[in-house]
């Protein structure tokens, strides 16, 4: 019993036999890609529920940031007219205290005038 093999079926059979040492070769790693994906795609979902959760809370910070940006421009402007506001304040304090110096020199000037008067 002889076999006769020509060139032909030999290189489909040494082609044969290197696919299926390639595809036995690849199956672990085809294996460990399949739970890579379903882990990623598990991933995947809990992020979108955390996205779902945090949206809302990511618009109502916004909300109050704006609110802070409102705040911080009426103080810009009260900022812009306390020297005004501080100029005012002093010359209504100042007035009277000129007022009371004046007043308090005077009746200084009248107890030592008084003083020299008697000796």
Do not use: C
Not at 73 to 93: M, S, W
Request: proline fraction near 3%; charge should be positive.
């Amino acid at each position: 019993m002889t076999f006769t093999v020509t060139l032909t079926e030999l290189s489909f059979f040494l082609i044969a036999i290197g696919l299926l040492a390639l595809v036995v070769y690849l199956i672990p790693a085809i294996i460990q890609l399949r739970q890579t994906l379903k882990t990623v795609q598990e991933l995947s979902e809990e992020s979108r529920k955390v996205l779902k959760d945090t949206i809302p809370v990511i618009n109502k910070v916004k909300g109050q940031l704006d609110g802070i940006g409102d705040t911080i421009e009426k103080f810009k402007t009260v900022g812009k007219r306390l020297p005004d506001i501080a100029n005012i304040a002093a010359a209504q304090v100042k007035k009277p205290l000129v007022v009371a110096a004046g007043l308090a020199g005077g009746i200084i000037y009248a107890i030592k005038s008084l003083k020299r008067t008697k000796t």
